[in-house]
């Protein structure tokens, strides 16, 4: 006799879901409440009022910013512009004379000293002051008041400076300073040759020159350049 067929998928349990019950806003409200209450009871009430406080953007700061010049800033950095350089050679013919036996006799130390010197010519931008300098930004017109161009240095070329004659007579005593005597009338000699000429026009030429490329540099389109008498203000 044949037995009762067992259906292979009867241990097979499908259980449908469990509707829900609609959930009514009271019950949100009373869920949100109590989360509250729980939040309270772990980190504190402090922690809520503070809160709030924390997560503001913090107001920002008022900057008032009231910037110098660029033009003038530029300029002044180049402090001392050298322009000019002045190959000088001259001859310097110096002579201590001395009186012998009550000034019957005339002693003579002398020497001949050959003297190559350098001088340095240029302007010093660190006495520009900002009333010098104006910028019209809509024409881009730059307006400039420079001082005077002045000496920076005389110096001598030691390596070709020498001296060429030296003379001392029987009676003559040697002065020992005739030669630092003589360098120093070379370096006056060297620096007032220097100036002579056209010099001086030169090194506004070159000064102008190098001012309008700055400028133009910095974005102005027409540079005008004036200079300040020798002695005069702002400096």
């Given at each position: 006799?044949?037995?009762?067929?067992?259906?292979?998928?009867?241990?097979?349990?499908?259980?449908?879901?469990?509707?829900?019950?609609?959930?009514?806003?009271?019950?949100?409200?009373?869920?949100?409440?109590?989360?509250?209450?729980a939040?309270?009871?772990?980190?504190?009430?402090?922690?809520?009022?503070?809160?709030?406080?924390?997560?503001?953007?913090?107001?920002?700061?008022?900057?008032?910013?009231?910037?110098?010049?660029?033009?003038?800033?530029?300029?002044?950095?180049?402090?001392?512009?050298?322009?000019?350089?002045?190959?000088?050679?001259?001859?310097?013919?110096?002579a201590?004379?001395?009186?012998?036996?009550?000034?019957?006799?005339?002693?003579?130390?002398?020497?001949?000293?050959?003297?190559?010197?350098?001088?340095?010519?240029?302007?010093?931008?660190?006495r520009?002051?900002?009333?010098?300098?104006?910028?019209?930004?809509?024409?881009?017109?730059?307006?400039?008041?420079?001082?005077?161009?002045?000496?920076?240095?005389?110096?001598?070329?030691?390596?070709?400076?020498?001296?060429?004659?030296?003379?001392?007579?029987?009676?003559?005593?040697?002065?020992?300073?005739?030669?630092?005597?003589?360098?120093?009338?070379?370096?006056?000699?060297?620096?007032?040759?220097?100036?002579?000429?056209?010099?001086?026009?030169?090194?506004?030429?070159?000064?102008?020159?190098?001012?309008?490329?700055?400028a133009?540099?910095?974005?102005?389109?027409?540079?005008?350049?004036?200079?300040?008498?020798?002695?005069?203000?702002?400096?």
């Open positions: 006799m044949e037995g009762p067929l067992h259906d292979p998928y009867a241990s097979v349990a499908v259980h449908a879901p469990r509707p829900r019950a609609p959930t009514s806003s009271a019950g949100r409200a009373a869920r949100i409440a109590l989360l509250v209450v939040l309270l009871a772990s980190v504190g009430f402090g922690a809520l009022v503070v809160a709030p406080h924390l997560r503001a953007p913090a107001p920002p700061d008022t900057v008032v910013a009231r910037p110098s010049p660029a033009l003038v800033i530029a300029i002044r950095d180049l402090a001392r512009l050298e322009t000019t350089e002045v190959h000088v050679e001259k001859v310097v013919d110096l201590d004379r001395q009186s012998r036996l009550f000034g019957l006799v005339q002693a003579t130390d002398a020497l001949l000293l050959v003297a190559v010197g350098h001088v340095t010519i240029g302007v010093d931008l660190a520009i002051g900002e009333d010098d300098i104006a910028m019209d930004p809509e024409t881009g017109v730059a307006r400039l008041t420079l001082p005077a161009p002045e000496v920076f240095s005389t110096r001598l070329d030691e390596e070709e400076t020498y001296v060429y004659t030296r003379s001392t007579s029987l009676l003559a005593r040697r002065n020992e300073q005739l030669e630092s005597r003589a360098r120093k009338e070379a370096t006056a000699a060297i620096e007032k040759a220097a100036l002579e000429g056209n010099v001086m026009a030169r090194a506004k030429a070159q000064a102008e020159r190098q001012i309008t490329a700055l133009t540099q910095l974005g102005a389109k027409r540079v005008d350049i004036r200079w300040r008498e020798v002695g005069g203000g702002g400096d």
